[in-house]
């Protein structure tokens, strides 16, 4: 089992930037990759940024260049620095992490509150 908690959120102006951290407690032994997800209401919730196992990345297009995924294994911390943030990167931004085969788990966390302002 893996805990996630997610913090750092808030309201900035657009240009501005935010750091999200997610917290991870429990085993993370077979966790093939982390991510962080966003979703805005009534729409689904959409892949930002993945970071695998090896230590390979992807984004999202409309994030590309501006946000960057990094981990901190010793402190069991995952990161989402966000850079020149625009009004339609307003969302509630999720991180996550999926086991490997055979359980293919996938662990949320409660989700942080972005709110860019034009």
């Excluded at 991870?24 to 962080?36: D, E, F, N």
């Excluded at 990345?57 to 020149?84: C, E, P, S």
């Amino acid at each position: 089992q893996v805990q996630l908690a997610e913090s750092g959120g808030g309201l900035v102006q657009a240009g501005g930037s935010l750091t999200l951290s997610c917290a991870v407690s429990g085993s993370t032994l077979r966790i093939i990759a982390s991510g962080w997800y966003r979703q805005t209401p009534g729409s689904q919730r959409e892949l930002v940024a993945i970071i695998r196992y090896g230590g390979s990345t992807n984004y999202a297009d409309d994030v590309m260049g501006r946000f960057t995924i990094f981990k901190d294994n010793a402190k069991n911390m995952m990161y989402l620095q966000m850079n020149n943030l625009k009004p339609e990167d307003t969302a509630v931004y999720y991180c996550h992490m999926k086991e490997h085969f055979p359980s293919g788990d996938d662990y949320w966390g409660q989700g942080t509150q972005v709110t860019v302002s034009s």
